[in-house]
């Protein structure tokens, strides 16, 4: 159970995570408050009345899809440990064999920009609620939401559904992390959502955690179901059968683009080997 990288908490339930972020709050002994992500998208998505004045100021421009869902293959692709929660617990880790991985990229919605400083400290340093000299306006801020398709239902506990959560957690990293060096080195802030915690893998966490599930509703518009004490996202074609994750970027669109071209030649197997393999 806990030692499963299943990331239920970080994808489905917030109840560990909030608890996690309250915690972490406490312990950082914050001046100010820890405002509730959940809460606050909840209190936007559930209310008619804002989300119409929200759309009204042109956040429905905002939510369309600067790319739409897209399928990216990676294969033989590392499996890198370091700066995540695994780091020193597995040692010798294989590259991962392949990964599909469908990714939109989107602005953010007002709700997830106003909590950003507060899940990514590290983003402070890189970003300005204005436009100041030397800095990039948090405006600018970019989320790619992303999901797997799995053979299991994700709520299932059964011991092959646990083994592919871990190989879905482990794909998500590996295309994550590759993205994520092909951004830094080029100068720009990224990082991603460890979907365990709620908390960035790159960067140290904050004092509060990211909700997949609530902000995936806000920038996809995708339906959810109700299940115990979870909200699970619905996928438009693979239903809850997915593994869902997110990162964030302050990389231009165009930067962005060039990088998942990148990485997908970089990890490929060439085809004139894979001519010999069937041959």
């Known amino acids: 159970g806990s030692s499963s990288l299943r990331g239920q908490s970080g994808s489905y339930s917030m ?7 309250a915690e972490a709050c406490k312990k950082r002994e914050e001046t100010k408050p820890c405002e509730n992500l959940e809460k606050s998208v909840k209190s936007l998505s ?8 929200t759309k009204s100021s042109g956040t429905k421009e905002r939510m369309t899809p600067l790319i739409p869902p897209t399928m990216s293959v990676v294969e033989n692709i590392p499996f890198i440990l370091k700066g995540t929660y695994l780091d020193g617990k ?3 880790p294989t590259p991962i064999p392949r990964a599909e991985i469908e990714y939109s990229v989107h602005k953010l919605h007002p709700i997830i920009r106003r909590h950003c400083k507060r899940i990514f400290p590290s983003l ?11 800095k990039t306006s948090l405006e600018s801020l970019l989320c790619i939401p992303t999901f797997q398709h799995c053979k299991c239902d994700m709520l299932e506990f059964t011991e092959i559904a646990e083994s592919e959560k871990d190989a879905k957690l482990k794909s998500f990293y590996a295309w994550c992390q590759a993205l994520c060096d092909e951004l830094i080195k080029k100068g720009h802030w990224a990082d991603y959502i460890d979907p365990c915690s709620g908390y960035p893998v790159i960067g140290d966490g904050g004092s509060s955690v990211y909700n997949e599930v609530e902000g995936m509703q806000l920038l996809l518009r995708y339906r959810h179901q109700q299940v115990g004490m979870c909200k699970v996202i619905l996928h438009p074609r693979w239903g809850q059968r997915i593994y869902p994750a997110s990162m964030f970027t302050t990389a231009p669109l165009t930067v962005v683009q060039e990088a998942v071209k990148i990485i997908e030649k970089k990890y490929q197997i060439n085809p004139a080997k894979k001519g010999e393999e069937k041959a």
């Open 15 to 21: 109840q560990e995570g909030t608890a996690a972020a």
């Open 124 to 134: 402070a340093k890189k970003v300005s609620t204005s436009k100041k000299e030397g």
């Open 90 to 92: 597995v040692t010798l």
């Open 46 to 53: 559930l209310n008619s009345k804002q989300d119409k004045k």
